[in-house]
């Protein structure tokens, strides 16, 4: 079984400082890993995603994260936080045969000024 | 479609009742899923389609939640007896294929539910 743990459902971050967001899963088998936001009232928006192609997945508005088998970690960064990356941040997982994917708990960014 | 649009986007009924969501993939997904999002929470599965037919509803709680999707596009969720517990945000997404588990789902805006 799979399952996808987000360390902090709140993080505050000043404006141009790093942004760390953590994830950590369970699988049996390689994993499909993703991260989404959620900005207020919208739908979630795809980040970027891991498919087994380079462990360093770059997505968009700057963020990036690391897949770390050994650690089995998908961590996801940014250098400098803007006030827009202001929004809820969610983990997935899905293996190979199964198709929906499961989410973490979700993490909230806060970016003061 | 340009998005996945979801209505309603909100719905207030009383306990008992029965509602209907609907949710219109982006045009030429054939794979369609359903989410429930609960406040503080993460998604949560519920059902998966890939054209007419439920490839996987393990996701669904109970007997009183069913969806069809009859002609492979726009598909409904039906939740009968609502409950309190039942309120919470439903999301559809669809993705191109299902076949990988790499495919990138698209989510619509959500449907709100309260039950009072």
């Known amino acids: 079984a799979q399952s996808v743990t987000q360390l902090g459902s709140h993080v505050s971050v000043s404006e141009g400082a790093l942004v ?3 994830c ?8 499909y890993l993703f991260w989404y936001v959620q900005y207020p009232n919208q739908g979630l928006q795809l980040l970027l995603k891991y498919t087994s192609a380079a462990t360093l997945v770059k997505g968009i508005n700057g963020f990036e994260a ?7 970690s998908f961590h996801l960064t ?9 929004a809820e941040y969610f983990c997935a997982v899905s293996e190979t ?7 973490g708990s979700g993490t909230r960014l806060q970016v003061q000024p | ?5 979801q209505t309603p986007s909100n719905k207030v009924t009383e306990k008992g009742k029965y509602v209907e969501l609907r949710c219109d993939p982006i045009s030429g997904h054939t794979a369609l899923y359903w989410y429930r999002q609960s406040l503080g929470q993460g998604p949560e599965f519920l059902i998966y389609f890939q054209g007419t037919g439920a490839a996987d ?32 945000v439903y999301l559809c997404a669809s993705s ?15 449907s709100r539910l309260t039950v009072l």
Do not use: C
Not at chain 2, 1 to 5: C, E, F, I
Not at chain 2, 60 to 71: I, T, Y
Not at chain 2, 72 to 78: A, D, H, I, M, Q
């Open chain 2, 1 to 5: 479609g340009a998005g996945v649009s």
């Open chain 1, 20 to 22: 760390l967001l953590r």
């Open chain 1, 97 to 103: 045969g199964r198709r929906a994917l499961t989410f």
């Open chain 1, 66 to 72: 690391e897949f770390k088998k050994s650690e089995t």
């Open chain 2, 96 to 110: 191109r294929t299902g076949v990988s588990g790499a495919n990138v789902l698209t989510f619509g805006a959500g």
């Open chain 2, 57 to 88: 509803d393990s996701g669904l709680p109970n007997d009183r939640f069913f969806a069809v999707r009859p002609e492979g596009s726009v598909s409904t969720l039906k939740i009968q007896r609502t409950e309190r517990g039942d309120s919470a």
């Open chain 1, 24 to 31: 950590n899963y369970s699988s049996s088998v390689p994993p």
């Open chain 1, 78 to 86: 940014k250098p400098s936080a803007h006030m827009s990356d202001a």
